[in-house]
């Protein structure tokens, strides 16, 4: 008896220092609250290529994993080119590095042209799909761009989260971005114009009344892109681990950065319309950017797409310095909230951050 006694003992000494390294792993990221829910900030790669048979990109998923472990990332959504492999071996592949530090999670980009070769970087009419099913069908090059809202109806089937790679290149799917889950930003930063482009679509579709969320896209094929600058997506889910991300992603809980970081931030974005407690709702955060590479930071703030000039002025101003490289600003923005009314806000600091949208409603 007294050795089973020594087992258990060991058994839930064991537990608890497992739960310790759960909890040290996960608190290595800035954690708040937003009344409703507590949520954790994780930032990760999206839309990433590897040399995964099939694909395109020159590195392994181990290697990947490494790098951004390294330079303090929580995870990857890696989008292989599907049309050249069978995604159910690539998921597995892919999950083998999914662990309980760093969040892997499977999808796959999908080209809409019949024709292979179409692709000249000019136009590319693309979307990145994290399926809602284990072995989704291939659907690259099943449809033309025209097609699209055959390719989105597939894409519902099998309960995908689908975003709008590089929407400069696509121009002909702009009369509405309010199709798409999501809106890729940055993903060839180097153009303004191409970062405005992408803006105006959004800010389209807010006006109509949708409420996508945002990611900035590295659209990674070789390490060598992490040296143009950090394309960070924050996702902010309740928990750490690759389920709870893609949960996050789908509730639009992100927040799309370029050469900066999310310190904090009081309330996460959500495509679900909240009751903003009191008629009123209020947001506060901390960012640092890498204001040396970049223009002179401002922050924009949209009510239902048009520039807002709220009652409670918006606020933006240098902060005590947090991190080498980064100049820190805190910033708050609110607004009250007319009975009845759903309004949806975002935060810009143009070419550096956008937020996805807070929706809010009032009794
Ligand atoms: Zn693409
Ligand atoms: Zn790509």
């Given at each position: ?40 900030i ?26 951004l ?69 291939v659907l ?18 099998e ?38 482009a ?33 394309f ?48 009123e ?80 409603t009032?009794?």
């Amino acid at each position: 008896m007294k050795s089973d006694k020594f087992l258990s003992s060991f058994l839930s000494l064991t537990a608890f220092i497992v739960s310790l390294l759960i909890l040290s792993s996960a608190t290595a990221y800035a954690s708040a609250s937003d009344g409703a829910s507590s949520f954790i900030i994780v930032p990760v790669w999206v839309h990433v290529h590897t040399n995964f048979k099939g694909d395109g990109g020159s590195e392994s998923i181990p290697k990947i994993v490494d790098y951004l472990k390294s330079k303090g990332y929580g995870g990857v959504i890696l989008t292989p080119h599907s049309a050249r492999l069978t995604f159910k071996d690539f998921k597995t592949e892919a999950e083998k590095y999914d662990a309980s530090d760093f969040a892997v999670i499977a999808g796959r980009e999908v080209i809409a042209s019949k024709d292979e070769g179409d692709d000249d970087g000019i136009v590319m009419c693309h979307i990145n799909a994290v399926s809602g099913i284990p072995d989704p069908p291939v659907l690259d090059h099943k449809y033309e761009a025209g097609q699209r809202d055959a390719l989105i109806a597939d894409l519902k089937k099998e309960n995908a989260v689908y975003i709008w790679n590089h929407p400069w290149a696509c121009k002909q799917w702009s009369p509405s971005p309010e199709l798409f889950d999501g809106i890729e930003f940055f993903n060839d930063i180097q153009s303004v114009d191409n970062y405005n482009a992408e803006k105006g679509f959004y800010i389209n579709a807010l006006k109509k009344g949708a409420h996508p969320f945002v990611v900035s896209g590295i659209d990674m094929h070789s390490l060598v892109q992490a040296t143009i600058g950090e394309f960070t997506t924050y996702i902010l889910p309740d928990e750490f681990n690759s389920a709870s991300m893609v949960k996050a992603l789908r509730n639009g809980n992100t927040i799309a950065a370029f050469n900066a970081k999310l310190f904090k931030i009081s309330e996460r974005p959500s495509n679900t319309i909240r009751n903003a407690a009191g008629n009123e709702f209020s947001i506060k955060g901390t960012l640092g950017l890498k204001v040396g590479l970049g223009p002179k930071a401002s922050m924009i703030v949209y009510k239902n797409g048009e520039v807002f000039t709220p009652k409670n002025p918006v606020t933006f101003e240098r902060g005590e310095k947090l991190q080498k490289g980064y100049v820190t600003y805190n910033f708050s923005f609110g607004d009250k909230i007319e009975p009845g009314a759903a309004s949806c806000y975002v935060f810009e600091i143009p070419q550096y951050v956008v937020s996805s949208p807070y929706c809010y409603t009032a009794k």
